[in-house]
């Protein structure tokens, strides 16, 4: 038996990690009668459609994070929402494993697109490179700042006082050599890996988000499992849980410290509690327009998830 | 039969009995689907809007309808007076201004069959009474008109960059290089077939002519500047840059020249539109085939059974050049480049090769392809505009392949030529 | 690149001539689409930049308008160049034949190549039909995805049908014809120009 497992990131990336630990635990814990393949970026198509495969059975398993999966399940979007997760990553691992709100409540809105939603996981915190300091929102003013085409995204940024810029990600590089744009935002072995301090000045840590990704399966090929294989899966993601919490935390660190070696010159700035007060309260109005456009249960979700995190307002 | 054995023949089969391109590639995925595959045959039809949906692909269309703009004015013969004047008194002088022409309007125009059009209409006529034989005349304007696709804009370069995630401005200033070194070598050539076939030279023309030339031309020639200029400078992505090459092209055309009126930049649009979308229907069917052999893991196995994985980088370049060589004499140079690239793609980032000098080798390659025997999209535009048999417009050839193989080698070995610009510009 | 090349006179007759009324007609309405769909990329594409040096704000829906304005060009472009004539081919082979061979070659390639097309008209209008279902909402402007790509099933269609007619005309008339309106005379070159 051949299960196909998808995802969004290139060899050796966090999501990479994941699904090649994936590969090995659920080989081994059926001898080998399960065989995964990994597909990564771009052979299968763009992360939409690898989305559209798994519904339509194709591939078992893919990754899906929350900037495009907001076009099939327009709730996952409240993860965008700055200042929902925590401070304390201790917090967010526990929430984003095991919580209710997501696995029982947003679970459902999965199922009603034909998927399962099998993990939830960070791959670490979204970090700014500008090529200037920005350390309140009053700095942001005149900045171009590249997000990608998410209205959520774009209020976000617009509400920290930045002009937000859409640039097809191939172009987010030269846009940045070239200042057609003047800041964008990613984890920061991504930040590493695409080569975009080399045309920035700071590195900035505002705590604003996480970039949080799912694994979801086909729904039928889930339901259809024997309890057997059900129970392999659920102890692989209960281990996968711990070894991916480690695994992007250690990613993420190696990558800073290349890039500090790459370019002593950079410069780190990690927000004060201060500084992301006033962040968070410049973006207070984002979680009430996300709701207003997206309806359905988004207004519960998003109560319910602040209270876990504990980042009611 | 195995999968791709099966694909290889259905394609091929299809290919030769001479049904529209885009039949071997989507019946090949078709056959994947039904008989290999356990996959919703509308997974086909995703990957096919999925191939065309890239915003970066959004430049084809642009640069055409810049081309096709200039190509109906008088963008072209600026061109070719102004090289004239300058080089026209050497021996050779005419054959040289073809190259140094076709090069020029490459820097307008992103498809060497544009090239092809627009200097070898007026050129052509020029080279026969000037003494040079028909083949040579014909082989010299299909091989410049290579030169179009190295220098940038090139629809090549985007498609390549789109698939497989290079930077279109590197590679665009990547390609400036060995357009130049190309043009040098076929210079040369001309120079040395006029001596040996005594051709007559035209006599040297005044500055005062030659600035004539310049002024006339002036415009013309800011073209490449605003490519390569607006990009460097960060004032547009290379996406936008072809859409402003439109604004400039008709600027130049309708409001400078005057030699396209308003009312006719319409049906303009209207032929780039029907160009686009003959391109860009083999630009789905080949991400569709691209998804059928990726997803059946076939690259992995040819990789595999060649014994490329972890070999040495000159072996890959190799590997490499010789793959989009062969695809490129036989389908259309599109399609070549996005099969072939995500087969490449890995095997490039693992041997740590730069993936900007593999996009130029690879526009290279297809560049030569498409003017290469038995199948090249440059000869069959050649036969239609000038309409002469196949083996007379081949004949001539030989010598300009040699030397752009040539080039292909001075690259691999010299990656500074190419590199050169982009590192000085972005790294 | 003249179309009027070898182009055959209208077919006369009662149904036939009905079918040529309507197919010029929508011929009329495709080529109006590719042409202000071109012009209106380039506008959209132009403005965009403008927004963005001039006014440091940029046209979210710019990206999402070109993708859409591309899927339109290709597939109401592939019906114009079926009718046409200008779909790229290998004709190396078929040239080589003599009239009636080439002849039967060109019916078998029409009709062959309207089957494809119906075949994948009928899977496309499953991709719509699930993308119907999913309710997916494009990132920018928020319309269904679907509306997107409701073109690609009707194009698919109507060049299938364009095919078919090209196999009619062969069939039906003398000589060897790439389309019903365009005679295969000189070589195909023609249609190798991109
Ligand atoms: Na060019
Ligand atoms: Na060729």
Redesign the interface.
């Known amino acids: 038996e051949e299960w196909k497992f998808a995802h969004e990131e ?2 050796g990336d966090v999501q990479d990690l994941y699904a090649q630990e994936f590969k090995r635990l659920v080989e081994e814990k059926t001898n080998g009668d399960v065989t995964v ?1 990994v ?1 990564t970026y ?5 992360e ?2 690898i989305t ?2 798994t ?4 591939v078992q398993f893919s990754n899906a994070s929350p900037g ?1 999966l ?3 399940v ?1 709730e996952i979007q409240v993860f965008g929402v700055p200042y929902l997760l925590s401070q304390d990553n201790e917090v967010n691992k526990e929430v984003l494993s095991s919580s209710p709100t997501i696995y029982e409540g947003l679970s459902k809105d999965f199922e009603s ?1 034909g998927l399962k939603l099998y993990t939830m996981y960070p791959e670490g915190e979204m970090v700014w490179t500008t090529k200037k300091k920005v350390t309140q929102p009053s700095e942001f003013d ?1 900045v ?1 700042f590249r997000v ?4 959520i995204l ?1 209020e976000s940024y617009e509400s920290f006082g930045a ?6 990600w ?2 987010v ?3 940045l ?4 744009i003047d800041a964008q935002v990613n984890p920061i072995f991504f930040i590493e890996s695409a080569k975009f301090y ?1 045309v920035t000045d700071y590195l900035i840590y505002a705590g604003q988000q996480q970039y949080t990704t799912t694994v979801v399966s086909n729904a039928a090929f889930y339901e259809g499992l024997s309890d057997e294989r059900k129970d392999m899966l659920k102890e692989v993601k209960s281990e996968l849980d711990d070894f991916i919490y480690e695994a992007q935390q250690k990613a993420n660190a190696e990558a800073l410290d290349r890039i500090k070696k790459a370019k002593p010159e950079i410069e780190v700035i990690r927000l004060n509690d201060e500084q992301r007060a006033a962040f968070k309260e410049a973006s207070a109005g984002i979680g009430d327009s996300l709701v207003k ?1 997206v309806g359905g249960d988004t207004e519960e979700v998003l109560k319910a998830l602040r209270k876990e995190f504990g980042t009611e307002m | 039969m195995d999968l791709g054995t099966t694909i290889l023949i259905v394609m091929l089969v299809l290919l030769v009995l001479g049904f529209p391109m885009m039949v071997p590639l989507t019946m090949a995925s078709v056959v994947a689907f039904t008989f290999y595959m356990p996959i919703d045959p509308k997974i086909l039809i995703q990957q096919m809007v999925t191939g065309i949906s890239p915003v970066a692909l959004i430049a084809v269309p642009m640069f055409i309808f810049a081309a096709d703009i200039v190509t109906k004015g008088h963008t072209a013969n600026r061109l070719i007076d102004l090289a004239m004047t300058f080089v026209g008194h050497v021996r050779g002088g005419l054959a040289v201004t073809t190259a140094l022409g076709c090069t020029m309007f490459g820097a307008v125009s992103g498809s060497t069959q544009a090239t092809v059009v627009a200097m070898g209409g007026p050129l052509r006529p020029k080279m026969l009474k000037a003494g040079y034989k028909d083949s040579f005349a014909m082989a010299l304007i299909i091989n410049a008109s290579d030169i179009a696709f190295l220098i940038p804009p090139s629809i090549g370069m985007i498609v390549f960059g789109v698939v497989g995630k290079v930077s279109i401005g590197e590679l665009f200033l990547a390609g400036i290089g060995p357009g130049i070194l190309i043009l040098l070598m076929f210079s040369a050539y001309c120079v040395f077939y006029a001596k040996r076939n005594n051709i007559p030279t035209i006599p040297r023309m005044s500055w005062a002519e030659r600035g004539k030339a310049i002024v006339n031309a002036g415009p013309a020639i800011m073209f490449p500047v605003l490519i390569v200029g607006g990009i460097y400078l960060g004032w547009v992505s290379p996406t936008e840059v072809a859409a402003v090459s439109v604004v400039y092209a008709i600027i130049l055309e309708v409001m400078i020249f005057k030699s396209v009126k308003w009312s006719e930049l319409l049906e303009i649009a209207r032929s780039t539109g029907l160009i686009t979308a003959v391109v860009f229907i083999l630009v789905g069917a080949g991400t569709t085939f691209s998804f059928v052999i990726s997803f059946a893991q076939i690259p992995q196995h040819v990789i595999g059974a060649l014994g490329l994985e972890g070999a040495n980088s000159y072996l890959i370049l190799a590997a490499i050049c010789i793959a989009f060589f062969i695809g490129c004499m036989f389908v259309d140079p599109i399609v070549v480049i996005l099969v072939l690239t995500p087969i490449f793609m890995p095997l490039v980032r693992d041997a740590g090769l730069d993936p900007v000098l593999v996009g130029t080798l690879v526009t290279l390659q297809v560049a030569i392809g498409s003017a290469t025997p038995p199948f090249g999209c440059d000869i069959f535009t050649a036969i239609a505009i000038f309409r002469r048999p196949y083996y007379e417009v081949i004949r001539g050839t030989p010598p300009f392949i040699f030397m752009l193989l040539l080039a292909a080698v001075i690259l691999v070995f010299v990656p500074q030529i190419a590199l050169f610009l982009p590192t000085m510009a972005f790294r | 690149m003249s179309d009027s090349n070898g182009e055959a006179p209208a077919p006369k007759g009662g149904v036939l001539s009905v079918l040529k009324r309507l197919d010029d007609g929508l011929s009329v309405v495709e080529r109006q689409l590719l042409g202000w769909s071109i012009v209106i990329m380039a506008v959209n594409t132009v403005a965009n930049v403008i927004m963005r040096l001039g006014f440091s704000s940029s046209i979210f829906f710019s990206e999402e308008l070109n993708q859409f304005l591309i899927i339109l060009v290709t597939f109401v472009g592939i019906s114009e160049a079926a009718r046409m004539g200008r779909h790229i081919r290998m004709s190396a082979f078929t040239d080589m034949l003599g009239p009636q061979a080439s002849k039967i070659m060109m019916i078998i390639i029409t009709l062959g190549t309207a089957a494809l097309l119906f075949l994948l008209a009928w899977y496309s209008i499953g991709y719509v039909s699930s993308l119907i279902q999913s309710n997916r909402l494009t990132p920018a402007l928020r319309i269904p995805y679907y509306f997107t790509v409701l073109i690609v099933p009707f194009g698919l269609t109507v060049t299938g049908i364009q095919f078919v007619l090209a196999a009619a005309t062969n069939i039906f008339r003398p000589g060897t014809h790439l389309s019903y309106r365009v005679e295969d005379t000189f070589s195909d070159a023609d249609d190798h120009h991109l």
Do not use: C, R, W
């Open positions: 290139s060899p393949t597909y771009g052979q299968l198509g763009t939409n459609d559209e495969l519904t339509a059975g194709a495009h907001g076009t099939f327009p697109k005149g171009k990608m085409t998410s209205p774009i002009d937000p810029v859409a640039l097809p191939g172009e590089y030269s846009g050599q070239t200042s057609v080399e456009e």
